[in-house]
């Protein structure tokens, strides 16, 4: 069963950094994009950050400049670091992965469970 797991959530004064990690694990043939979203009370889930199995990256305006999104293909991991954070930066943060399953050969959209980003001022 492929699952995405994440990691690294918790809450941090303003200008502090938290570094989010996200594993996907099971039967994965290939992990093409990959990224984070996040979804603050009351507001709608929105792109944070994407990356593309070739490295190219995509930035949500409000963390350009202070969060970096990498990958590793061999783990099918993604990490998000993310440095001088602000209190509007407190949300849910989720993976989301579109992976090509290995014994299926079926390309899907996963999401992990989301993790809590506090940032306090």
């Known amino acids: 069963q492929v699952q995405l797991v994440e990691s690294g959530g918790g809450s941090v004064q303003a200008g502090g950094s938290l570094r989010l990690s996200c594993a996907a694990s099971g039967s994965i043939f290939r992990a093409n994009n990959m990224g984070w979203y996040r979804q603050a009370p009351g507001a709608q889930r929105e792109l944070v950050a994407t990356?593309?199995?070739?490295?190219?990256?995509n930035y949500a305006d409000s963390v350009l400049g202070r969060f970096t999104i990498s990958r590793d293909n061999a783990g099918n991991t993604v990490v998000l670091q993310m440095n001088n954070l602000k209190p509007e930066d407190t949300a849910v943060y989720y993976c989301?992965?579109?992976?090509?399953?290995?014994?299926?050969?079926?390309?899907?959209?996963?999401w992990g469970q989301g993790t809590q980003v506090t940032v306090s001022s």
């Open positions: 989301n992965a579109d992976l090509l399953g290995a014994i299926t050969l079926v390309r899907s959209d996963y």
């Open positions: 990356i593309t199995r070739d490295g190219v990256t």
